[in-house]
């Protein structure tokens, strides 16, 4: 009689699992039945087909089989090898083992073995090197003979010892899984029960089976990533937005005061939000911008319609740098001008933060720009109007949450300067309206870009002093703070000594994020007003630091940045009258990254970048799926499955318009609660 199925049985109680694989198991994240049971192959072999010796590939791993002739076990400076020659009617191959000396009584003279292995050449000869192996003890099917599962691989759990126990976990239990989503989207969709793809995507009859499997789970996770953005945006109508006192054209009016012509897509972009915060519910929108398309501006002239409105403002950056400069701008604005603009930085004083908490509980209009500080409770808002929190990837799902938490249902800007292709845009920010800016200030050049070798360091210097004679100033960013030991890694730290000896006349100073604030803002005040004319650091400098007189970027090891990342660093640059230049130095000359490196040498357009990384990484073939990794997800991949999440987001809609509490599938709605208590507490208010 099978043991009724519970998922959330502890694997310690599990046959064959005591203290030393639990422990293993706990590592790759598997504590339950459950997930033992979603802990998938990240990859996968075909062991179904028997190669002959006289057909095997340098590089290509195949399963055959043969007799094996003596072997000869070999000690030498401390290495262990046995080596030996396998032969069949076709042809002969060599065998070769390191550190594991028991092969020999293992496979005697004359054993007939089944082998699974990658051969090499060494010379003119093939090679394989520590193949797999079974004797006649291993039947076909277990190891061999079928597509086999290679599973994470983490300390004190053997390979084989972790597929056998899966495996066993799946067959047993597979067949008990209840169905998790509505049989109206199985229907829809055309998807595998869940147990059935459970069952396949860890051990598939063939690729088709495969493919079913990988969408039916795929399009779960893109589900439960969806619905929770549905509930958001059912919960977020039935909210009453700010009661703001706006007058029509103050927008206009909010451009008309500055001593430049707006962009186009600038103005069009605060007349979409001014209808916003004019709506019948609180606006939740993303705004995506490429560098210097003028975003902060667009954000401010928002904010200053609530402030006219009689409402408060908040600005939330991600580093103490940008949310100086934000500030700074916001000061010397002639629409904010007669409002009072406060800055709230970690740091600060008692009686710094009581005087601000003071000010803010005044039900006056005000404007606050902050980083990371404005999340304290002792910042409170009398009456937030609008939320503003810029360079949203920099920030978590909670503390967007947290700063809305400081208004009654404020309306929220989230702002990134960082392309985001749709697919990703549905999964970032679902619950968000996308509004994007996609020109460039007037006059503004695009940045030249080239992609040189670490041996090119002399030209780079050279260039450097002529652009530096000529009244220039230079940005030279390093992958880590401190030269790493081991790596060969260039440290900011490092570089900045060098460059001082090599280029004394440009004063260098350094910035990276180990410094306090006020270290950092003394250092980029003496960048801006030309007392140093060559600024040193790591990523901080990608985002905050405006200096039309920059013109040269240097970038070292470029090949360890994303693109988007480096099409951001290049934008510190080329925004005065000059031409910027930004030279990328890469530490690698193999093929594909200077090939992917090279698509900023051909393309300005940072929503174009966005997509042809994404189109350079590819996949979708049969390779298995990812446990980890920023996306969240274990079968889903953004790249490839773009119609499906398409779907997804539609059936997620349509499923909450219909049943918003989701009580025919109790087990999909009791994980989301587990993953999202924000959501159903939102609901439970509204």
């Known amino acids: ?156 759990l053997p390979p084989r010892w972790l597929r056998s126990f899966l495996l066993s976990q799946v067959e047993r239990c597979a067949p008990q899984i209840p169905e998790e989503l509505p049989e109206s989207l199985i229907r829809r ?95 939740n929108r993303l705004l995506q911008g490429d560098v210097g398309s003028g975003k902060t501006l667009v954000a401010l002239g928002a904010l200053h319609l609530v402030l006219r409105g009689g409402a408060q403002g908040a600005y939330l950056a991600p580093t103490e740098i940008l949310a100086r400069q934000v500030w700074e701008v916001a000061r010397r604005l002639p629409a904010l001008a007669p409002f009072p603009v406060d800055l709230v930085l970690g740091g ?115 260039f450097l002093r002529q652009e530096l004679a000529r009244g220039g100033r230079a940005f030279w960013v390093c992958p880590l703070v401190e030269e790493s030991e081991g790596t060969g890694l260039p440290g900011a730290m490092q570089r900045r000594e060098a460059l001082a000896r090599a280029l004394p006349e440009s004063c260098p100073e350094v910035v990276h994020g180990r410094l306090d604030g006020a270290a950092k803002a003394a250092a980029l005040e003496r960048f801006r007003s030309g007392e140093s004319r060559l600024l040193v650091g790591t990523t901080v400098l990608e ?31 080329g925004r005065g009258s000059s031409r910027g230049v930004c030279l990328l130095l890469s530490g690698t000359e193999e093929e594909d990254s200077l090939r992917r490196l090279r698509i900023l040498e051909r393309i300005g357009d940072g929503f174009r970048i966005a997509e042809a990384d994404c189109a350079l990484r590819g996949g979708g073939e049969m390779g298995g799926v990812r446990q980890h990794g920023d996306s969240g997800f274990k079968v889903a991949d953004l790249r490839v499955d773009a119609a499906l999440l398409e779907q997804a987001r539609q059936d997620a809609q349509d499923w909450v318009d219909a049943e918003p509490a989701l009580d025919s599938c109790p087990l999909f709605r009791k994980r989301l609660e587990e993953r999202y208590p924000d959501v159903f507490r939102l609901l439970a208010g509204a």
């Open 1 to 156: 009689m099978r043991e009724p199925f519970d998922p959330e049985l502890p694997v310690s109680r599990l046959p064959g699992v005591g203290p030393r694989r639990e422990a293993g198991l706990s590592r790759l994240g598997v504590r339950t039945l459950r997930d033992a049971l979603f802990l998938f192959p990240r990859r996968y072999e075909d062991r179904r087909r028997l190669t002959p010796l006289e057909e095997l590939q340098e590089g290509r791993p195949a399963l055959f089989r043969g007799r094996v002739g003596e072997l000869s076990s070999q000690r030498s400076q401390g290495k262990h090898r046995v080596r030996g020659l396998l032969s069949d009617p076709t042809g002969c191959l060599r065998l070769l083992w390191f550190h594991r000396p028991g092969v020999a009584a293992q496979l005697p003279p004359g054993t007939e073995a089944v082998f699974w292995g990658r051969p090499a050449r060494f010379g003119d000869a093939l090679v394989c090197v520590n193949p797999e192996f079974w004797t006649g003890s291993v039947p076909q099917g277990e190891e061999w003979g079928r597509i086999v599962p290679v599973y994470p691989g983490t300390e004190g």
């Open 189 to 283: 969709r055309g998807l595998l029960p869940l147990k059935e793809a459970v069952r396949q995507l860890h051990a598939p009859d063939d690729e088709v089976r495969w493919r079913e499997a990988r969408r039916r789970l795929a399009y779960q996770e893109l589900l439960e990533l969806q619905v929770p953005f549905a509930l958001r945006r059912r919960a977020a109508a039935s909210l009453p937005p700010p009661v703001l006192r706006c007058e029509k054209g103050v927008s206009e009016r909010f451009w008309a005061d500055l001593p430049f012509d707006p962009t186009p897509g600038q103005r069009e972009a605060l007349r979409a939000l001014e209808a916003d915060l004019g709506g019948r519910h609180p606006m």
């Open 543 to 573: 985002v905050g630091i405006d200096v039309p007189e920059a013109t040269v970027m240097v970038v070292e090891h470029g090949e360890r940045f994303g693109l988007s990342q480096l099409h951001q660093l290049r934008g510190r640059v």
């Open 348 to 462: 600060r004083s008692l009686r710094e933060r009581e005087e601000q908490a003071e000010a803010l509980e005044r039900p006056e209009p005000r404007l606050v720009v902050g980083t990371h500080a404005l999340l304290e409770d002792s910042v409170r808002f009398s009456r937030l109007g609008l939320a503003v929190i810029d360079e949203q990837h920099r920030f978590g799902v909670a503390q967007r949450a947290a700063l809305a938490a400081k208004g009654r249902s404020p309306h929220l800007l989230v702002m990134t300067a960082t392309p985001i292709p749709r697919t990703l845009s549905l999964a970032l920010f679902g619950d968000l309206s996308s509004l994007a800016l996609r020109d460039l200030p007037p006059g503004r050049s695009p940045v030249v870009t080239r992609v040189l070798g670490q041996k090119d360091l002399r030209r780079v210097l050279a």
